[in-house]
């Protein structure tokens, strides 16, 4: 019996290091075969496509961990702040304005020195009701870096019209906090240099501009002016006035 036990033993043996000599030419040829991870040829087109996948995913959730992976995979991308604006209103959506303001926080600290990024965060704060002067603050600096040229991805032979509508965004911003803070008379005049430097038929931008000078008009108790602000609003907002300004 110890005799027929060790037979078995080494008929088993020898089975089992047959079966796997046969198995490493096969594992040999696929680890040549397979080709090692390349870079991204053009990671920046990789991350728009990306980005494009987050702004219309509707489950909110699912959006979440997508944005995660976005900011870690491509933190550097010109694609950056369009994506903190999906992820500051997404959580806004699940957890609540006082989550989105406390995110929002985060991504200034991690973000200095990109007006996109701090006007974006000075939206959410104000958003929150919770943080205005805050929002104050950054929605200036963002204003005034981006005036000075200070921030990434700017291009050197940007059209004036391009960056006069880029300017508009911040003023917006910054009207936005002026008026939250009871700052009525500086909104104000903040509203007319924005005019002044708004394309002329950007009907869109026009009529935010219109929007928040009545705010502030209404906000400093001059009924009857803010009313024809809105109205102005209105008249921009009408598709038919479009390429002319509103009288």
Same mark, same amino acid.
């Given at each position: ?16 290091l047959?079966a ?8 040999r ?21 990306a980005l ?8 909110a959730?699912?959006r ?8 870690a995979?491509w ?12 992820e500051?209103?997404?959580?806004a959506e ?7 303001a406390?995110r ?11 007006? @996109? =990024?701090?006007?974006?965060? !000075? ?9 205005d002067?805050? &929002? *104050?603050?950054? %929605? ?16 050197p ?16 911003t ?7 803070n ?14 002044? @430097? =708004?394309?002329?038929?950007? !009907?869109g ?10 705010? &502030? *008009?209404?906000? %400093? ?15 921009w ?10 009288s």
């Amino acid at each position: 019996m110890p005799t027929t036990y060790r037979v078995l033993t080494i008929f088993f043996i020898v089975c089992g290091l047959m079966a796997v000599s046969a198995c490493v030419p096969f594992r040999r040829a696929a680890e040549e075969t397979s080709e090692p991870e390349r870079p991204e040829s053009d990671p920046e087109s990789s991350a728009k496509e990306a980005l494009d996948s987050i702004q219309i995913e509707r489950d909110a959730h699912r959006r979440q961990a997508m944005i995660e992976s976005f900011l870690a995979r491509w933190p550097h991308s010109r694609y950056v702040a369009p994506c903190i604006a999906v992820e500051l209103a997404t959580i806004a959506e699940v957890d609540g304005s006082d989550a989105a303001a406390e995110r929002a926080s985060r991504r200034e600290i991690e973000y200095p020195d990109d007006p @996109r =990024v701090l006007r974006i965060v !000075a939206e959410c704060l104000l958003e929150s009701g919770l943080h205005d002067a805050r &929002a *104050l603050e950054l %929605a200036r600096n963002a204003l005034v870096m981006d005036r000075a040229g200070i921030g990434p991805f700017r291009h050197p032979d940007e059209s004036p019209t391009t960056t006069r509508e880029r300017e508009t965004l911040y003023y917006l911003t910054w009207i936005r906090a002026l008026t939250a803070n009871d700052l009525w008379s500086e909104a104000l005049a903040a509203c007319e240099d924005a005019l002044k @430097r =708004v394309p002329n038929n950007d !009907a869109g931008l026009i009529c935010a501009i219109h929007r928040r000078q009545g705010d &502030a *008009l209404a906000g %400093a108790d001059r009924l009857e002016e803010a009313a024809s602000a809105y109205l102005q609003a209105v008249r921009w907002g009408d598709p038919r006035n479009r390429h002319t300004r509103a009288s």
